[in-house]
């Protein structure tokens, strides 16, 4: 596995005030540690107004999102044309918590896993074209209505997850084609 350099993968566009991080090649899994604080940050020479993050076109893509020092409503995070997302961690800023809301979208993924994530702030998360969607041994703080939105999928499986706060109608699922939901705690309110 390669170890994406963030100064060497990632770049920032001004005119549409886009992060972008690209896989050097298409052909390795990559690992990538995304921490937000070093491109928002005076300090680190950063200090860009940025309104989305995109991470795209790699083969494997294991990613930890480090929201540190910044509040993670202020950019969605996009990944798109990966063939196998696996997010391994999300660090929010204590600071903003309650009032944040992390916004994730999936497109043309083939495979996306959430797998022992703790996820300890609020979570809105887009799926669509993603032929796997696995959700496994996973805590969420919160997921508002609408919250999960997974759409023309060929497999959805969430197992044995902990959902502390969810909304009705927080998981929207359409085309889907298997559907395993199995065992979960969740507190509505």
Not at 64 to 73: E, I, N, T
Not at 85 to 90: C, Y
Not at 123 to 135: D, I, M, S, T
Not at 136 to 150: D, L, M
């Amino acid at each position: 596995m390669v170890t994406m350099i963030p100064q060497q993968s990632c770049y920032y566009q001004s005119y549409n005030k886009r992060l972008t991080c690209v896989c050097n090649s298409t052909e390795t899994a990559a690992y990538l540690n995304l921490k937000m604080m070093y491109y928002v940050s005076d300090r680190s020479g950063g200090n860009h107004d940025i309104r989305s993050v995109f991470l795209q076109q790699c083969k494997e893509l294991l990613v930890v999102l480090d929201l540190q020092k910044v509040d993670a409503s202020r950019f969605p995070i996009s990944f798109r044309s990966i063939m196998k997302v696996q997010v391994e961690k999300i660090v929010f800023e204590p600071l903003y918590s309650v009032q944040q809301q992390l916004q994730l979208e999936f497109y043309n993924v083939e495979q996306l896993i959430f797998k022992r994530v703790f996820v300890e702030d609020t979570l809105k998360l887009r799926a669509r074209n993603v032929k796997e969607a696995r959700f496994v041994k996973s805590n969420f703080a919160h997921i508002p209505s609408r919250g999960f939105e997974i759409s023309n999928a060929k497999l959805l499986e969430i197992r044995d997850n902990i959902f502390w706060r969810v909304s009705p109608e927080s998981i929207q699922v359409s085309d889907v084609a298997a559907l395993f939901r199995l065992r979960h705690l969740a507190k509505v309110g």
